[in-house]
């Protein structure tokens, strides 16, 4: 039996290859000889470097950057043949890194992520794929771009640097920025879709989740939209309104505006580039995952990507997840034979969450599903006469 596990990390509780090495172990209790190939994934969010890292060609790139609140710190990047760089954006700019009391959009910057582009650069790449899930800021990308040599201005011609300062930017000035930027190519994992501003926007959506207030929300969308105009004025684009501007507080927007990004859910990025389909060849069985499915789950994320491309090659394909909402149906829609909670007792939120009860909650119902699939497909006395 040839089985392909494919499922996301379930987030701040265990990684994709935490959960597949455990998976992989409650199976071969059952199929001692299963071929099982593990095959980390993501969205573009959280788990990015983890399922690149599993190409061949990838090398690992620690790179000194400063957090969201510019702290220096070491942050990691990849690598690849075809003189690719990978960067998660949340590994410099990210949520995790700063503590709960910390966390203020006012004040956290991108420029870390900016640190690490320009540190790849150096290295003579020239082709990026930014993964922009997991950030802690609300900065519209300008930490990212002051990091490359862009400058912002104020009324009084004073240079603009602070995240809180955005709604005081008049003028953009290029003239500073690594000559090499012309020649990059950027290609965006995102795994939103939301505009930059307004009610779906990055501030209403997201920002209360790093740090804001309520009464915060329209003081920093109002930020991004004169930010928006003033972006517009100096590069004759408009990109506010495009699906995925709003993705990191605003960096899309910046990679589009700024840096001819283009953009892509982050899933199908992914699935191209570890060669997904060429994995699931003569497999008998997918296996995948989220930490939550429920309808997002069916729009860009891991489950839509990998429920396609098993509905197409006619494959059956599990899901595990911590919390299945009651969108079942759509999630069968999209390919996926069967969802299992992997919850098998009342828990709190924080047992729940605990990565022993995650790991061995999910080994113990891969041991009992493939136990299942071994007596159904086992021959009959008939068969064997």
């Given at each position: 039996?040839?089985?392909?596990?494919?499922?996301?990390?379930?987030?701040?509780c265990?990684?994709?290859?935490?959960l597949?090495s455990?998976?992989?172990?409650?199976?071969?209790?059952?199929y001692e000889?299963?071929?099982?190939?593990?095959?980390?994934i993501?969205?573009?969010?959280?788990?990015?470097?983890?399922?690149?890292?599993?190409?061949?060609?990838?090398?690992?790139?620690?790179?000194?950057?400063?957090n969201?609140?510019?702290?220096k710190?070491?942050?990691?990047?990849?690598?690849?043949?075809?003189?690719?760089?990978?960067?998660e954006?949340?590994?410099?700019?990210?949520?995790?890194?700063?503590?709960?009391?910390?966390?203020?959009?006012?004040?956290?910057?991108s420029?870390?992520?900016?640190?690490?582009?320009k540190?790849?650069?150096?290295?003579?790449?020239?082709?990026?794929?930014?993964?922009?899930?997991g950030?802690?800021?609300n900065?519209?990308?300008?930490?990212?771009?002051?990091?490359?040599?862009y400058?912002?201005?104020d009324?009084?011609?004073?240079?603009?640097r602070l995240?809180?300062?955005?709604?005081?930017?008049?003028?953009?000035?290029?003239?500073?920025c690594?000559?090499?930027?012309?020649e990059?190519?950027?290609?965006?994992?995102?795994?939103?879709?939301?505009?930059?501003?307004?009610?779906n926007?990055?501030?209403y959506?997201?920002?209360l989740?790093?740090?804001?207030?309520?009464?915060?929300?329209k003081?920093?969308?109002?930020?991004?939209?004169?930010?928006?105009?003033?972006?517009?004025?100096n590069?004759?684009?408009k990109?506010?309104?495009i699906?995925?501007?709003?993705?990191?507080?605003?960096?899309?927007?910046?990679?589009?505006c700024f840096l001819?990004?283009?953009?892509?859910?982050?899933?199908e990025i992914?699935?191209?580039?570890?060669?997904?389909e060429?994995?699931?060849?003569?497999a008998?069985?997918v296996?995948?995952?989220?930490?939550?499915?429920?309808?997002?789950?069916?729009?860009?994320?891991?489950?839509?990507?990998?429920g396609?491309?098993?509905?197409?090659?006619?494959?059956?394909?599990i899901?595990?997840?911590?919390?299945?909402?009651?969108?079942?149906e759509?999630?069968?829609?999209?390919?996926?034979?069967?969802?299992f909670?992997?919850l098998?007792?009342?828990?709190?939120?924080?047992?729940?969450?605990?990565?022993?009860?995650?790991?061995n909650n999910?080994?113990?119902?891969?041991?009992?599903?493939?136990?299942?699939?071994?007596?159904?497909?086992?021959p009959?006395?008939?068969?064997n006469?």
């Amino acid at each position: 039996m040839k089985i392909v596990i494919a499922i996301d990390s379930f987030k701040g509780c265990a990684s994709s290859k935490e959960l597949s090495s455990a998976i992989k172990k409650g199976i071969i209790k059952i199929y001692e000889k299963a071929e099982i190939i593990i095959c980390p994934i993501a969205d573009g969010g959280e788990g990015t470097l983890e399922a690149f890292g599993f190409i061949k060609s990838a090398r690992l790139i620690s790179a000194k950057c400063t957090n969201p609140l510019g702290i220096k710190i070491t942050a990691n990047y990849l690598l690849l043949d075809n003189k690719t760089a990978v960067i998660e954006m949340a590994s410099a700019s990210g949520l995790d890194l700063i503590s709960k009391e910390n966390q203020d959009p006012f004040l956290t910057t991108s420029f870390g992520t900016g640190e690490l582009i320009k540190d790849a650069i150096n290295k003579g790449y020239k082709k990026f794929i930014i993964a922009l899930g997991g950030s802690a800021t609300n900065d519209a990308g300008i930490g990212m771009l002051l990091a490359l040599g862009y400058k912002f201005y104020d009324a009084l011609n004073k240079e603009v640097r602070l995240t809180k300062d955005i709604s005081k930017i008049i003028s953009v000035d290029s003239s500073f920025c690594l000559k090499e930027l012309n020649e990059c190519e950027f290609l965006l994992a995102c795994d939103v879709n939301n505009p930059l501003t307004g009610a779906n926007g990055a501030s209403y959506i997201y920002a209360l989740q790093k740090g804001a207030k309520k009464s915060d929300l329209k003081i920093l969308d109002e930020s991004l939209k004169h930010f928006a105009y003033v972006a517009q004025k100096n590069t004759l684009k408009k990109y506010d309104e495009i699906p995925g501007a709003g993705s990191a507080g605003g960096l899309g927007f910046a990679f589009l505006c700024f840096l001819n990004a283009k953009i892509k859910p982050g899933i199908e990025i992914i699935l191209k580039e570890v060669d997904f389909e060429h994995k699931i060849l003569n497999a008998d069985v997918v296996i995948t995952g989220e930490g939550k499915i429920d309808e997002q789950s069916c729009m860009g994320k891991v489950i839509d990507g990998i429920g396609k491309i098993c509905k197409m090659k006619g494959l059956s394909c599990i899901a595990f997840t911590g919390n299945s909402s009651n969108s079942d149906e759509k999630v069968h829609a999209k390919g996926i034979t069967s969802v299992f909670s992997i919850l098998n007792e009342p828990l709190s939120l924080q047992e729940a969450m605990n990565k022993e009860n995650t790991l061995n909650n999910i080994e113990k119902i891969s041991e009992q599903i493939f136990r299942l699939i071994y007596e159904l497909n086992k021959p009959t006395k008939s068969e064997n006469k």
